[in-house]
């Protein structure tokens, strides 16, 4: 698995584009000549999804932002909070008035107002939003993340297919965000700070002495699993494996912001979230699948109005900003952006001026891989009580992110109780995203 470092072609796309054109051309002669059977016509189709290289990065609101306050706003309620809305770029689309720059890239943002759950406890949640289930004693489910890169990450690459980047004071905003049993091949690589090359990725030594030293602990490990750890030596090795892809590899300078210009760190905002936006575009324009972005804590039991200001405007600029800078780079159409959280707050302010949790009608955001901007789906009452029309529900989510990247959502994967599991069980798309 490891690579020469003398021999890695680069290219600053992270793609291989003479190993692509093989394949493609491999693929068709053989169809031609009648070779494939079903079995291989099913992976030759997952090997055309890998080679497009689609991705995802996760806007992950932790904490659960208040919808009032961010693109829900009831201004002309006793609920709004005193929250002013203000228009944006699409006629009669209105948000809170601190989302000046998101307001601006309406045009290519869709807005759900009526997402809805169950769940109003932070873990469960917050879980059952990266995982698509509810938490469950007898199995740990794979992350979104996880299946969306097993499905379609290509093999070939040195970066880690699945980065996280920052996190929130509630220890709750990366619950859930793990390989499951698809195993550690798809544990995400997480960044604590946006802005430096990750910690403990420079050599001790010259590359090929660091290869020979590989080699050697392989022959150590293969004796240890002659004698009963044979699945510990594997996972041992599947982690030292992505680990030293990763510190060999001249892709590894994604992660340095070092040679962004100064102009662009600035539209992203002077902070560790539009820092940690500024890297994922990095990522993605180097072949990386799936990037999630924490900014936390939405969870305002107190001082709702002035939480909300300070996060909306970290938050603001970096989303506004890494739309239009995928865009420019004509990545949009590829890179699929959500914004969410885990729930809503509930509509009555509380004796704290903060307002509690509330699953029952909550926001998301998507933009880009297909989906139609400049529209609002789904509606909540006049003062935000109770969805009144086209709920959304997570599986439904779920459905249009696969929908978006063109991943099979009725493909299983075998759990270690040797059931078949979907990437999410019922929902549906939700259609009118993409029209």
């Not at 208040?66 to 006629?91: C, L, M, W, Y």
Request: net charge negative; hydrophobic share 35%.
């Amino acid at each position: 698995m490891t690579k020469s470092f003398l021999h890695h072609s680069f290219s600053p796309l992270g793609r291989d584009f003479s190993r692509r054109s093989f394949l493609r051309t491999a693929s068709a002669t053989a169809l031609a000549s009648g070779a494939l059977g079903f079995h291989n016509l099913a992976t030759t189709h997952a090997s055309e999804l890998k080679r497009k290289h689609k991705s995802m990065i996760l806007l992950w609101m932790q904490g659960a932002p208040s919808q009032f306050e961010t693109f829900s706003p009831k201004p002309d309620h006793e609920n709004g909070g005193g929250t002013e809305a203000i228009r944006t770029s699409v006629p009669g689309i209105e948000i809170a008035s601190t989302w000046t720059e998101t307001a601006k890239a309406m045009n290519d943002i869709a807005l759900i107002r009526s997402m809805t759950n169950k769940e109003g406890n932070h873990q469960r949640a917050t879980y059952q939003m990266h995982t698509g289930y509810v938490p469950s004693g007898s199995v740990k489910h794979p992350s979104l993340g996880a299946n969306i890169a097993h499905r379609i990450a290509p093999d070939d690459f040195d970066l880690p297919s699945i980065v996280s980047i920052g996190g929130g004071r509630l220890g709750g905003g990366t619950t859930g965000t793990g390989p499951g049993f698809l195993g550690v091949e798809y544990e995400p690589f997480r960044v604590a700070q946006a802005g430096e090359l990750p910690q403990n990725v420079a050599l001790p030594t010259s590359p090929d002495r660091f290869i020979r030293r590989r080699s050697l602990l392989s022959q150590l490990d293969g004796e240890f699993a002659k004698r009963g750890a044979a699945q510990t030596v594997k996972d041992h090795g599947d982690i030292y494996a992505k680990a030293a892809d990763l510190v060999l590899s001249p892709e590894l300078k994604a992660f340095d912001l070092a040679n962004e210009p100064q102009s662009l760190k600035d539209r992203y905002g002077d902070t560790d979230f539009g820092r940690g936006c500024l890297l994922a575009r990095r990522l993605v324009e180097s072949g990386v699948t799936y990037v999630e972005v924490n900014l936390g804590n939405w969870d305002t039991h107190s001082d709702n109005s002035e939480e909300c200001a300070t996060l909306s405007g970290q938050c603001d600029p970096a989303f506004a900003t890494l739309i239009a800078d995928l865009k420019d780079r004509g990545l949009l159409d590829d890179t699929l952006i959500v914004w969410a959280g885990e729930f809503g707050r509930t509509p009555r302010i509380n004796a704290r001026a903060g307002r509690d949790h509330f699953p029952r009608a909550f926001n998301a955001a998507l933009a880009g891989c297909g989906v139609q901007g400049g529209q609002v789906i789904g509606a909540t009452s006049a003062g935000g009580d109770n969805v009144t029309d086209r709920p959304v529900t997570v599986p439904d989510l779920f459905h249009s992110v696969c929908k978006a990247l063109e991943v099979d959502m009725h493909s299983e994967t075998m759990s270690p109780l040797g059931r078949p599991m979907k990437i999410v069980e019922g929902g549906a798309p939700v259609n009118e995203l993409f029209s």
